[in-house]
């Protein structure tokens, strides 16, 4: 049995599509973690400077041109990946990291580091949890996913209304709906990763690792909200 098994193409056709998802999945996390230390190593250092935190946070032009250009490298990488190399898209990532980082330096400024590194870990504990079960589950979770992507919207609606009303009640229920909102994502975006994976990762190449790239990305969007929605719950202000 054995002997046929070794003779059998079809056999080792499979065991290399393992092994390409295997690689292809270990790679989906491992740039996300990196990108996750890039992220808070830039806030870290930024924050170690007050005149640049001070800037960031009292000038809105500077503020609000750091997020735009988060967004137009989200959009451009997202757009463009097919024709971009994927040297050129891992330097995207890194960059968008870069300026996640230095937009979230102003969080040290509003609460405690102690509180800073509990939400972390507390995060760190969510979305490994969450990211088990959508890996395990068998019950697809599309239906779900369609949903949880609708209330995102109405959060994000529901955010830029509460800037001009400044409702502390509805701030604290997009707050915990948030939070319940990135849970769900997490699990939803990592069964459609696996899935994803296990139809186009049958080999490492170039386009294949363009996909997990993108898929990092995805998990890493999914931590940063989740983090950021934790700490205004568990968060000590200055």
Known sequence: MERENLMNPYSVESQGRTLAF???????????TLALAVTGLTAAYVAMNPGWVYAIATNSVLFFGLIIAELAVVMILSARIARLSF???????AAYSVL?????SVIFLAYTMSSIATT???????????????YTVKKDLSAMGRVLIMALIGLIIASIVNMFVASSALDWAITYIGVLVFVGLTAYDTQKIKQMMLMHGDEVNDGTMKLALMASLT??????????????????RE
């Open 22 to 32: 295997a690689t292809l999945m270990k790679n989906v996390y491992l740039w996300m």
């Open 219 to 236: 998990l890493y969007l999914d931590f940063i909200n989740l983090f950021l929605y934790l700490l205004r719950i568990f968060g000590r």
């Open 100 to 104: 996640n980082g230095v937009t979230l």
């Open 120 to 134: 972390f870990f507390v995060t760190a504990g969510t979305f490994g949890a969450m990211t088990l079960v959508g």
């Open 87 to 93: 040297a050129t898209a891992g330097l995207m990532f």
